[in-house]
């Protein structure tokens, strides 16, 4: 039987933003307009597929304010991570000769 991959993290560009933030500390975490540069994606096609991500429970979105400036953080949570293992495991198993 072959494993099947997460879907939620297999879309291209949410595979895209568990990458980037599973290359953070397990406890960092990275402002919203910083992961949308580094992704080149607009806010709001970011937004969806964090929305999709925060609901499966693996990423975290906090929203604080710096002086008078909202600012949002998004970090993978300990079930993203955990996730995140679990789907290049899998990867690498369904690549493995």
């Known amino acids: 039987m072959i494993p099947e991959l997460d879907p939620v993290i297999h ?30 994606m607009t806010p709001g096609n970011l937004a969806t597929h964090l929305r999709k991500l925060e609901d ?11 002086r008078r400036t ?6 993978l949570t300990p079930t993203g991570r955990a996730a ?5 495991t899998t990867l690498r198993s369904l690549l493995a000769p």
Do not use: N
């Open 56 to 66: 499966a429970g693996y990423v975290e979105i906090t929203k604080t304010f710096s």
């Open 70 to 75: 909202p600012v949002t953080h998004v970090a």
């Open 11 to 40: 879309a291209q560009a949410r595979l895209r933003v568990t990458v980037t933030l599973a290359a953070l500390a397990a406890d960092d975490r990275i402002t919203f307009p910083r992961l949308q540069e580094l992704l080149d």
């Open 84 to 88: 995140f293992d679990t789907y290049t």
